[in-house]
């Protein structure tokens, strides 16, 4: 550059009347364009052959992963259905399914990623400086409301055209839709909960005002509904940690005061939300006894916001499409739907319904991110061949796809349990059965949930790490599945509650329900050895439980997720078995269930025999964890 300067500075100060031209050398001509910022001739015809030059980026450029179709593409799902559903039902909507699952795999499945480019804020003031505490979501959320009003996402089951059927076939459309959804799933989840409180609990203005809109699918009658349960002492808690008052008026309604510290689909039209109902002293009753179950609408007729206030959204690591908020509870009018004390048996089923939902988001997102994998794969060229050549690469999808496939059997089985309920179908051993596989479904399933998208990452090299492409969502999203409607540990305690107060009558209904499945699996020599090990694990599980009940409490408590994950690990096994024994089973089917059922079926015993659950191994956790601690425990 400092040459062309000092070369234009000569050529200023010729004279005018100098007839001396300058003659510059071809290099220096060269020399003289380059540094203008034009390149020579020479160059030029070199540049054309470097792939990376100037605005050139090279000549590859990687394909990405495509979805075609999620239910053309599922095998489990399809065989699933073709085995357990009357050929009728299966071939009435089977259509519907082949056009919903290139539904999730295009258009819902752009939408639910615009929804996580554009998360909703909150608007608290007009420019006027009126409180507004508007919720603003985009216009890609509002159309996953109005697709999943006209797919019938909610009204399904409720329409009930296919009877007991009619659960299962909406199993099936959650299981494509929720990981497409952009998060909408979970107010489906509270919806659907809902809709079947208000049907078992049969308050009239439940019925009258809610129960329509909650199952149409007019998008413009639709309604969502909220859960709104956590407040700020008590997540899973809700027996000492609910503070929410309601207070009678003259009319016969409630007006509730409060705090929800964790109030998902913020933007719903309705919520069931427990409270403590004030005496006329001013007295309320502690613990669970003094909850009661009610129903409110969260905007008045005028559509102003009924009495409530949004303090803020929730900052989360996921999830980031979906609105949470806190919610000051200042007066909202609402209507007392259960019996006075009796909220939390009021709002089981809702809890039952929300804990499916979530555990259909985890099968549903370990199959399309799978899905994913395996079309990159095929497209993905590394060190001389395509990924899916690598023999290493493709045993490590084989193991998530076997996590995935014992998944997808789990979940839908429980909704094929729970088509029977609805139905009232259900027998005595298919009610325990649905009361102690609900949670070990909902804690397990999450947890493979979370280790499938990790991995299913990795298979994806850089590019699964980097937001642009969309697939961290996955693991963030991923990472709820073992909080929302209950931790693991809490989830594990919840199974523990069911065995007490059915007085052991649960783990009878699952040993009878395995041994019969077991028996008629058994008869494929291929399966037989598999099924004696499930066999074997089950007997040491029931044997574990029959001593741990006659000795101190705290040794089934420590064992309680131990215990919850054998319990899952023995059943998914059975499922997995029983479905490779149909006889038009695929060879891959006897793979996936051979291979799950060499794993450690039942590690509360393996835990049991290391002393985990005693004295000294409680001990030794607490000195595990605590050492080093510098602060101040009163528990210690």
Not at 81 to 87: A, T
Not at 216 to 234: C, D, K, L, Y
Not at 454 to 461: A, D, K, P
Not at 558 to 572: E, G, K, M, N, T
Request: aromatic fraction near 8%.
């Amino acid at each position: 550059m400092l040459r062309l300067q000092q070369r234009s500075f000569l050529l200023r100060c010729c004279s005018p009347k100098t007839t001396t031209t300058a003659v510059l050398s071809a290099r220096e001509k060269s020399v003289w364009a380059e540094e203008a910022g034009h390149p020579s001739e020479r160059n030029v015809d070199l540049q054309s052959k470097i792939p990376f030059a100037r605005a050139k980026v090279g000549p590859f450029f990687q394909d990405r992963p495509r979805l075609t179709n999620m239910y053309l593409e599922d095998v489990t799902l399809r065989s699933y259905l073709k085995r357990v559903m009357p050929k009728e039902v299966l071939q009435a909507i089977t259509p519907d399914l082949e056009r919903f699952g290139h539904r999730v795999a295009t258009d819902i499945g752009d939408l639910g990623r615009e929804c996580e480019l554009n998360p909703p804020y909150l608007k608290q003031y007009d420019a006027w400086g009126q409180r507004t505490d508007e919720v603003v979501t985009c216009q890609a959320w509002r159309t996953l409301h109005d697709i999943s009003a006209e797919e019938g996402i909610i009204a399904i089951p409720y329409e009930r055209e296919f009877g007991q059927w009619s659960r299962l076939y909406q199993v099936a459309k959650l299981h494509m839709f929720n990981p497409a959804s952009g998060l909408y799933s979970c107010p489906l989840a509270m919806t659907d909960g809902a809709t079947k409180v208000a049907e078992s609990v049969g308050d009239s203005v439940l019925l009258e005002r809610a129960y329509p809109h909650l199952v149409s699918r007019n998008p413009a009658e639709f309604w969502t509904s909220g859960q709104w349960m956590t407040e700020r002492r008590g997540g899973s808690d809700v027996a000492d940690g609910t503070e929410t008052l309601a207070v009678l008026q003259d009319d016969g309604t409630h007006r509730l005061y409060g705090y929800k510290w964790f109030s998902s689909a913020t933007d719903a039209d309705m919520t069931l939300t427990l409270a403590r109902v004030m005496d006329d002293s001013g007295e309320v009753v502690q613990g669970t006894r003094g909850l009661s179950l009610f129903y409110l609408e969260t905007r008045d007729s005028s559509g102003q916001l009924n009495n409530i206030q949004v303090q803020r959204l929730k900052n989360k690591l996921g999830t980031k499409q979906l609105p949470t908020g806190e919610l000051l509870l200042d007066g909202a009018v609402a209507h007392k739907i259960s019996d006075e004390g009796r909220g939390v048996a009021a709002i089981a089923n809702m809890l039952t319904i929300s804990r499916i939902h979530n555990s259909l988001m985890a099968s549903g997102c370990a199959r399309r991110l799978l899905n994913l994998a395996r079309d990159y794969s095929t497209k993905r060229r590394v060190f001389g061949k395509l990924i899916c050549e690598h023999p290493l690469h493709m045993q490590t999808l084989s193991r998530l796809e076997t996590e995935t496939r014992g998944a997808t059997l789990l979940v839908l089985e429980v909704g094929r349990l729970l088509g029977l309920q609805d139905c009232k179908m259900a027998s005595d051993q298919d009610e325990l059965m649905l009361r102690l596989i609900t949670p070990i479904t909902k804690l397990y399933t999450a947890k493979q949930a979370i280790a499938v998208c990790s991995e299913g990452l990795e298979s994806f090299g850089g590019q699964g790490y980097i937001e642009d492409t969309g697939l961290p969502t996955f693991l963030r999203d991923a990472q709820v599945l073992s909080i929302w409607e209950g931790t693991t540990n809490v989830l594990s305690h919840d199974v523990l509650r069911s065995l007490v107060k059915t007085k052991g009558a649960v783990l009878q209904a699952f040993y009878s329900d395995t041994t019969t499945r077991l028996k008629q699996a058994a008869v494929k020599d291929n399966l037989r050895p598999s099924c004696q090990a499930v066999e074997f694990a089950l007997q040491k599980t029931m044997t574990f439980a029959q001593k741990a009940a006659n000795q101190d409490p705290g040794i089934l408590e420590v064992a309680a997720r131990d215990f919850s994950y054998s319990l899952a690990r023995i059943y998914i096994g059975v499922l997995m078995l029983e479905h490779a024994s149909w006889d038009q089973a695929s060879s891959t089917d006897s793979t996936a269930a051979v291979r799950w059922c060499r794993q450690d079926l039942c590690p509360v015993v393996t835990g049991d025999e290391a002393g985990y659950y005693g004295k000294e191994g409680m001990a030794q956790d607490t000195a595990l964890v605590m050492e080093g601690y510098q602060g101040v425990s009163s528990a210690l």
